[in-house]
Protein backbone atom coordinates (compact mmCIF):
# COMPACT_ATOMS: atom_id res chain seq x y z
CA UNK A 1 0.00 0.00 0.00
CA UNK A 2 1.46 3.55 -0.55
CA UNK A 3 2.31 5.11 2.70
CA UNK A 4 1.67 8.43 1.11
CA UNK A 5 -0.01 10.88 -1.41
CA UNK A 6 0.12 9.31 -5.06
CA UNK A 7 2.26 10.95 -7.02
CA UNK A 8 3.67 10.90 -11.09
CA UNK A 9 5.63 7.84 -11.49
CA UNK A 10 4.28 5.80 -9.05
CA UNK A 11 3.29 1.99 -10.15
CA UNK A 12 0.02 0.11 -9.03
CA UNK A 13 -1.76 -3.74 -10.10
CA UNK A 14 -5.38 -3.69 -9.40
CA UNK A 15 -5.42 -7.10 -6.99
CA UNK A 16 -9.56 -7.45 -6.85
CA UNK A 17 -11.02 -10.29 -8.67
CA UNK A 18 -11.98 -9.55 -12.23
CA UNK A 19 -13.47 -11.82 -14.67
CA UNK A 20 -13.02 -16.02 -14.46
CA UNK A 21 -12.20 -15.00 -10.74
CA UNK A 22 -8.74 -13.57 -11.80
CA UNK A 23 -7.22 -10.39 -11.05
CA UNK A 24 -5.61 -7.98 -13.58
CA UNK A 25 -2.06 -8.67 -14.26
CA UNK A 26 -1.89 -4.78 -15.90
CA UNK A 27 0.36 -2.49 -13.99
CA UNK A 28 -0.59 1.35 -14.25
CA UNK A 29 1.87 4.07 -14.18
CA UNK A 30 0.80 7.09 -12.29
CA UNK A 31 0.80 9.73 -15.60
CA UNK A 32 -0.71 12.65 -13.21
CA UNK A 33 -2.47 13.67 -10.53
CA UNK A 34 -4.71 16.48 -10.36
CA UNK A 35 -7.77 18.35 -8.18
CA UNK A 36 -11.72 18.53 -9.58
CA UNK A 37 -13.41 21.65 -8.61
CA UNK A 38 -14.66 19.76 -5.13
CA UNK A 39 -10.36 19.41 -4.09
CA UNK A 40 -10.82 15.65 -5.04
CA UNK A 41 -7.18 14.09 -6.36
CA UNK A 42 -7.52 11.93 -9.60
CA UNK A 43 -4.67 10.41 -10.77
CA UNK A 44 -4.67 9.71 -14.45
CA UNK A 45 -3.16 6.49 -14.93
CA UNK A 46 -1.37 4.32 -18.33
CA UNK A 47 -1.16 0.56 -18.66
CA UNK A 48 2.28 -0.08 -18.42
CA UNK A 49 2.59 -3.00 -21.33
CA UNK A 50 -0.15 -0.83 -23.21
CA UNK A 51 0.54 2.62 -23.13
CA UNK A 52 -3.05 3.22 -25.72
CA UNK A 53 -4.77 1.91 -22.32
CA UNK A 54 -5.36 5.25 -19.82
CA UNK A 55 -7.90 5.51 -17.17
CA UNK A 56 -8.74 7.98 -14.52
CA UNK A 57 -9.57 7.15 -10.53
CA UNK A 58 -9.82 8.99 -7.14
CA UNK A 59 -6.22 8.97 -5.55
CA UNK A 60 -8.03 7.29 -3.23
CA UNK A 61 -9.06 4.50 -4.78
CA UNK A 62 -5.18 3.33 -5.35
CA UNK A 63 -4.18 4.00 -2.06
CA UNK A 64 -7.25 1.61 -0.55
CA UNK A 65 -5.07 -1.68 -0.34
CA UNK A 66 -8.36 -4.01 -0.68
CA UNK A 67 -7.97 -3.02 -4.44
CA UNK A 68 -4.71 -1.84 -5.09
CA UNK A 69 -1.33 -2.55 -4.74
CA UNK A 70 1.72 -0.46 -5.33
CA UNK A 71 4.32 -2.10 -6.98
Known sequence: MAKGPVEPGQLYRDIRQGIYGRSSAAVW????????????????????????ERKTLAAEVLVDHTRFEEV
Open 29 to 52: KVEAVQRDASGIAHARLVNVADPS
